[in-house]
């Protein structure tokens, strides 16, 4: 897996290309918008993480000129904006997902990995499958080991994409972008308390727990070792 | 204010039609009741000129004819003097043949009052008799028919009771000061209906300038900032004011883009600072050698980052939505849909806490906005409640009112005393009892923010007990 960084920030793009590195990608670094956009017009890279303010030419023109190019390797945009409006106008100029500076590198880490997968789940495929759960797009309905569990249709939307990200973290951030299309943070821990309710619902009567709490990171459904 | 004003009053609902409303702008605007002045002060000024005019040349024709008798009677009196009655008698007599025109007229009649020499046969019908200046209708025959043509004169009492008649046949006279009435008042006329035309071509040609200026303000208020009051180049004070407006406009712009900017470079440069703080943290974190005291501790300082990082965000945002030109996101959305996504999003926390969420909202109460933004606004009042409420039932309203759009969030916590609903919007204001909880005191700034960048308007009411907190937009027609 390739990965191409885009970011001007030395330091950062440093401990990217380690980080990364360690998670067992293939990292290249651009220090300014146009090496970025001449990296990236090769089209081989998987992903490319995209810092929004860089010099020479920002990164949302990095984007659109790449995407004017047809060139649709998944994009994640860094960027120290961080309003309602920043990210929603970053979304719309091509990013594939938003990211604000600071990050905790596991944040980076689970949105990239989302980022990559989206591109190989078979958009076809009506059920999804962890261990011994199972949920089926058409008729909406969740069971886990042949039992009907009832979810509501918010909680079906949050195990829907828990399930398409099984084995790796989500983020709350990622989960109120993505299941809610909220793009701030609350203060107060609204996702947690969904989370542990289809928790109640998916686990509780079970041996085995598949929905895990990741301390400072989010959470992950992955089926027992 | 005048402009809100100006710009309010239309909507909500004249019922009369276009031209109504119109009129009755124009009526109250300052430039009609500026040219009414004028019109008044020059309609009596041309009146004045007018009645003067006419006074001094009926008067001179009067003055004539005084002259004219006062030397016709300075004659007889002379003559009479030389040579007696039968003096006065012949010359009477002479001039009454002389054919002068007929314009003068002469009797002397006996003490009996019949006629002794003259022009005309007899005493006029109305004449009293009495000596001094008298007016009177002279009966005349020409061309074959007789009529009344009006006299001035004088008569005279003679010693033995003879009477003389000197007077002026003035129809003349009346037919000018007629005429010099006529032409007068055509003057007048016309001269009232040119003022009248000028002055309301000149009030509308201010109106209009005025206008200009207004709907450019209007205009950079809504957020374009890059518009300006044409000029039309003639340089008088309209057009001084129109480029004073625009200097000051660009300067407000220049300000705005310097700010924006700032704030621009604000949050890249120190941002990336301290993303790198962070980072650093994050890799001493995951250092193997670090024992589990000093995780905590990175840990602990992770959060205090995040603390201050959440506090700058908050910051950041407020400022670009208050400098306010991007509004490139909005778009006609149902309020009863952001209510219930929210309500949708939050239910389960308020639950745990021991709230109620109760959510009513009517259909169709649309309005033009970002809905992101309005989210985010009613998220902070969700989150405010839940903070400060302590429990009991958090209503969320949706419902027209008065043409306007509400969007209501009430609790029945403590709520906020009167004097203190104005200054907790303002930034970092965290009331008494709350400083103990956390949160950083942006988030009604940021609400009112958010409401402003909509042009709403957002008031905090007691809900006995209890906050209720009122967002009102513009409606989209239902």
């Given at each position: 897996m390739k990965i191409l960084v885009v970011e001007d920030d030395r330091e950062t793009a440093a401990y990217l290309a380690k980080g990364l590195n360690e998670s067992g990608y293939t990292v290249d670094c651009a220090s300014d918008g146009r090496d970025g956009l001449f990296f990236a017009s090769?089209?081989?890279?998987?992903a490319i993480i995209l810092d929004?303010?860089?010099?020479?030419?920002d990164g949302l023109t990095v984007l659109g000129a790449l995407r004017a190019a047809q060139i649709r390797t998944p994009a994640l945009i860094l960027s120290a904006l961080g309003s309602v409006d920043d990210r929603v106008k970053g979304l719309r100029a091509g990013g594939d997902d938003y990211l604000v500076k600071p990050f905790a590198f596991s944040e980076l880490l689970a949105r990239l990995e989302a980022l990559l997968r989206r591109g190989t789940g078979?958009?076809?495929?009506t059920k999804l499958r962890v261990a011994d759960l199972e949920l089926d797009l058409l008729t909406r309905t969740v069971k886990r080991r042949g039992q009907p569990i009832e979810v509501l249709p918010r909680e079906f939307r949050l195990l829907e994409y828990l399930m398409r990200n099984a084995g790796h973290v989500v983020t709350r951030t990622m989960l109120l972008e993505h299941?809610?299309?909220?793009?701030f943070d609350p203060q107060t821990n609204v996702i947690d308390v969904h989370v542990s309710r289809l928790r109640q619902k998916?686990?509780?009567?079970?041996?085995?727990?598949l929905l895990h709490t990741v301390r400072g990171a989010g959470y992950c459904l992955r089926a027992p070792s | 204010m005048a402009v809100e004003k100006l710009h309010l009053a239309p909507a909500r609902g004249w019922s009369g039609s276009p031209l109504l409303v119109h009129a009755r702008r124009l009526v109250r605007t300052h430039a009609i009741r500026l040219a009414a002045l004028y019109f008044l002060v020059f309609a009596i000024s041309v009146l004045g000129v007018l009645l003067f005019v006419y006074w001094t040349s009926a008067n001179f024709v009067v003055q004539q004819t005084e002259a004219t008798l006062d030397a016709e009677i300075a004659g007889l009196a002379e003559q009479y003097a030389q040579r007696g009655l039968s003096g006065l008698i012949q010359i009477v007599a002479a001039r009454s043949a002389g054919?002068?025109?007929?314009?003068m007229v002469y009797l002397v009649t006996d003490p009996n009052g019949r006629?002794?020499?003259?022009?005309?046969?007899?005493?006029?019908?109305?004449?009293?008799?009495?000596s001094g200046w008298l007016s009177f209708g002279l009966e005349r025959t020409r061309n074959g028919h007789s009529e009344i043509r009006p006299a001035w004169g004088r008569l005279f009492a003679i010693p033995g009771g003879y009477r003389l008649l000197v007077a002026r046949d003035i129809s003349d006279a009346a037919a000018f000061r007629g005429q010099v009435r006529a032409t007068l008042l055509w003057a007048g006329l016309v001269a009232l209906g040119v003022g009248l035309a000028g002055g309301t071509l000149m009030s509308r040609n201010m109106l209009r300038r005025v206008e200009q200026v207004n709907r450019t303000s209007e205009r950079v208020m809504a957020g374009n900032l890059s518009d300006r009051v044409p000029l039309n180049?003639?340089?008088?004070e309209f057009d001084q004011l129109a480029a004073n407006l625009n200097r000051m406009l660009d300067q407000i712009e220049r300000l705005m883009t310097a700010m924006r900017e700032v704030t621009d470079d604000v949050a890249h440069d120190l941002k990336t600072p301290l993303s790198r703080l962070r980072t650093r943290l994050e890799r001493a974190l995951h250092?193997?050698?670090?024992d589990p005291y000093q995780r905590e501790t990175i840990r602990a300082a992770i959060d205090e980052a995040d603390r201050l990082l959440t506090t700058f965000n908050a910051l950041l945002s407020i400022a670009e939505l208050e400098s306010?030109?991007?509004?490139?996101?909005a778009e006609p959305l149902d309020l009863a849909e952001v209510a219930r996504s929210a309500a949708e999003l939050y239910e389960p926390v308020t639950e745990e806490k021991g709230f109620v969420l109760a959510v009513k909202t009517e259909p169709g109460v649309e309005i033009r906005g970002e809905r992101h933004l309005l989210s985010q606004a009613l998220a902070n009042l969700l989150d405010n409640a839940l903070k400060y409420a302590g429990g009991g039932t958090i209503e969320i309203a949706v419902f027209r009112r008065d043409g306007q759009a509400v969007l209501e969030v009430a609790d029945h916590g403590p709520g906020i005393p009167e004097a203190d609903r104005q200054t907790?919007?303002?930034?970092f204001v965290r009331l008494e009892p709350s400083?103990?909880?956390?949160?950083?005191?942006?988030g009604l700034s940021l609400v009112r923010a958010i409401v402003r960048r909509h042009d709403g308007s957002v008031t905090l009411a007691d809900n006995r007990p209890g906050l209720r907190v009122r967002l009102q937009f513009a409606a989209l027609a239902s």
């Open positions: 090769s089209g081989d890279y998987n929004r303010m860089l010099p020479s030419m078979s958009a076809t495929e299941v809610w299309d909220y793009h998916i686990d509780k009567s079970f041996d085995h727990p | 054919g002068r025109g007929d314009a006629p002794l020499a003259g022009n005309i046969s007899g005493w006029p019908a109305e004449v009293v008799v009495r180049g003639t340089s008088d250092d193997p050698s670090a306010g030109a991007r509004r490139e996101g907790v919007f303002d930034r400083r103990t909880t956390p949160g950083n005191g942006l």
